[in-house]
Antibody, heavy 121, light 107 residues
Framework: EVQLVESGGNLIQPGGSLRLSCAAS????????MNWVRQAPGKGLEWVSV????????DYADSVKGRFTISRDSSKNTLYLQMSSLRAEDTAVYYC??????????????WGQGTLVTVSS | DIQMTQSPSTLSASVGDRVTITCRAR??????LAWYQQKPGKAPKLLIY???SLESGVPSRFSGSGSGTEFTLTISSLQPDDFATYYC?????????FGQGTKVEIK
């Protein structure tokens, strides 16, 4: 059974840093591309970042480029999102999502339950 | 980025109704379109991919159609479990984009 479990969400002050983790199980996690998607309170879904199956390709939304870094540790079957210079507008539930293939040009066929990041003083 | 526009934003319907949601892309995305269902406090769930392919385990009352710039999600007979928000999403370009969502409410 595929499982994605996010952790690391917290209340953080503006300008601070936070690292989110997504523990994967039930599939060959170093084959499939993975995404982070966020949802601000009461708002729609916003794509944040993607990493290819082998980790060689990454991409970011313009809103987080230069501040967020996506990575993966195959030995731990874990996806990460390092967030820095956090702003109030980064407040959201952050979901990790498994893509349907190794390529980043694929749908998300399984999502974690999400972790809440609140940026506030 | 490729802008995705869904309509309507809200839809009121009754159990048993046929429901159609439209999603338009600002430029052609071929068939690289997915539909997701999201219930309050829950993660999105994949319903349709490649515009018209039904994800495993999803009831056959859900169907998708379209290609290029115009797409539809149809629920043939609305069930109580289907009241939720639905999002389209393009994956034709390296920066995903989602529609703004369509909330299906009980009439």
């Amino acid at each position: 059974e595929v499982q994605l479990v996010e952790s690391g969400g917290n209340l953080i002050q503006p300008g601070g840093s936070l690292r989110l983790s997504c523990a994967a199980s039930g599939f060959t996690s170093d084959y499939y591309a993975m995404n982070w998607v966020r949802q601000a309170p009461g708002k729609g879904l916003e794509w944040v970042s993607v990493i290819s199956g082998n980790g060689s390709y990454t991409d970011y939304a313009d809103s987080v480029k230069g501040r967020f870094t996506i990575s993966r540790d195959s030995s731990k079957n874990t996806l990460y999102l390092q967030m820095s210079s956090l702003r109030a507008e980064d407040t959201a539930v952050y979901y990790c999502a498994k893509l349907g293939g190794a390529t980043v040009l694929s749908r998300a066929d399984f999502w974690g339950q999400g972790t809440l990041v609140t940026v506030s003083s | 980025d490729i802008q995705m526009t869904q309509s309507p934003s809200t839809l009121s319907a009754s159990v048993g109704d046929r429901v159609t949601i439209t999603c338009r892309a600002r430029q052609s995305i071929s068939s690289s379109l997915a539909w997701y269902q999201q219930k309050p406090g829950k993660a999105p769930k994949l319903l349709i991919y490649k515009a018209s392919s039904l994800e495993s385990g999803v009831p056959s009352r859900f169907s998708g159609s379209g290609s290029g710039t115009e797409f539809t999600l149809t629920i043939s007979s609305l069930q109580p479990d289907d009241f939720a928000t639905y999002y389209c999403q393009q994956y034709n370009s390296y920066s995903w984009t989602f529609g703004q969502g369509t909330k299906v409410e009980i009439k």
